[in-house]
């Protein structure tokens, strides 16, 4: 059972930044494929970066050139920089891993951003 714990979710102004951290229960090294999705209040959970083999990457188009999937597999960390960030960003933020055919869900951070 891998577990998935997401931090760094908050409130922040139009314009401004953050960065969520995905902590992974086990090592990350072998896993390619992991991502970053999100559900606004009364929409569906939607994807937002995807990290796969290769270390090749998906944005959805309304975060391209926005926001940044990393990861650091030596603290096991799925990371998420966003920048610039709108109010339409507002939402739940889930990170997620596919290991040996199986997907894991984290239990999701929010991200409000508001003046």
């Known amino acids: 059972q891998v577990q998935l714990v997401e931090s760094g979710g908050g409130l922040v102004q139009p314009g401004g930044s953050l960065r969520l951290s995905c902590a992974v229960s086990e090592s990350i090294f072998s896993i390619n494929d992991m991502g970053w999705y999100r559900q606004a209040p009364g929409k569906q959970r939607e994807l937002v970066a995807a990290?796969?083999?290769?270390?090749?990457?998906n944005y959805a188009d309304s975060v391209k050139g926005r926001f940044t999937i990393s990861r650091d597999n030596a603290k096991n960390t799925l990371l998420l920089q966003m920048n610039t960030l709108k109010p339409e960003d507002t939402a739940a933020y889930y990170c997620t891993v596919r290991r040996l055919g199986r997907r894991y869900w984290g239990q999701g951070t929010q991200v409000t951003v508001s003046s």
């Open positions: 990290l796969l083999s290769g270390n090749s990457t």
